[in-house]
T-cell receptor, first 113, second 114 residues
Framework: SQTIHQWPATLVQPVGSPLSLECTVE??????LYWYRQAAGRGLQLLFY??????ISSEVPQNLSASRPQDRQFILSSKKLLLSDSGFYLC????????????FGNGTRLTVT | KQEVTQIPAALSVPEGENLVLNCSFT??????LQWFRQDPGKGLTSLLL?????REQTSGRLNASLDKSSGRSTLYIAASQPGDSATYLC?????????????FGEGTQLTVNP
């Protein structure tokens, strides 16, 4: 069976510090991978998605970047965090066929102080 | 641009009641619609996926319907239980490529009172 791991679960970082959130998927190959951010009030915003190694599509210009160094690994980064980067970050994956369900990790609660 | 709306934003019901959550979308050219459940502080759990060619999907006490032409989906929960308390989100998938985005509604926060 397929599983998705996302860590850390919570993170408190000062403004201006770097960020690295990691997500890995097991039990499948060549998944599509996604980073979402969920602000207070429940809305989900797609930040990045990737259909293969080294292929990153950015949905929203911002202080963040993403990389996919391996087939089942997706990393969300920032060189210098802003207060507005605080939120709940969710990694998700689906099989690379357009009618597959999307599956989420447990999320990372990021607080920038 | 696809927009997804969920009504009501919050719902409180007594245990045992049957209930319906609504989801509407503006562009009927979708590939599928997915319902999720989110517990506080947790990720989203996939409940049901309805393909654009399907009218409904069932899983246990859950039944989701899709009327693509009218841009509507409903999630029916039978004999609700306190453990069903959570936020329920729907999302529609549009576009031709497998990397195409899902558009999410803002969710319905359900509370089932014992």
């Amino acid at each position: 069976s397929q599983t998705i791991h996302q860590w850390p679960a919570t993170l408190v970082q000062p403004v201006g510090s770097p960020l690295s959130l990691e997500c890995t998927v097991e039990g499948t190959s060549n998944p599509n991978l996604y980073w979402y951010r969920q602000a207070a009030g429940r809305g989900l915003q797609l930040l990045f998605y990737s259909v293969g190694i080294g292929q990153i599509s950015s949905e929203v210009p911002q202080n963040l970047s993403a990389s996919r160094p391996q087939d089942r690994q997706f990393i969300l980064s920032s060189k210098k965090l802003l207060l507005s980067d605080s939120g709940f970050y969710l990694c998700a994956w689906l099989r690379s066929s357009y009618n597959s369900p999307l599956h989420f990790g447990n999320g990372t609660r990021l607080t920038v102080t | 641009k696809q927009e997804v709306t969920q009504i009501p934003a919050a719902l409180s019901v007594p245990e045992g009641e049957n209930l319906v959550l609504n989801c509407s979308f503006t562009d009927s050219a979708i590939y599928n619609l997915q319902w999720f459940r989110q517990d506080p502080g947790k990720g989203l759990t996939s409940l049901l996926l309805i393909q654009s060619s399907q009218r409904e999907q069932t899983s246990g006490r859950l039944n989701a319907s899709l009327d693509k032409s009218s841009g509507r989906s409903t999630l029916y929960i039978a004999a609700s239980q306190p453990g069903d308390s959570a936020t329920y989100l729907c999302a529609v998938k549009s576009g031709e490529t497998s990397g195409s985005r899902l558009t999410f509604g803002e969710g319905t926060q359900l509370t089932v009172n014992p």
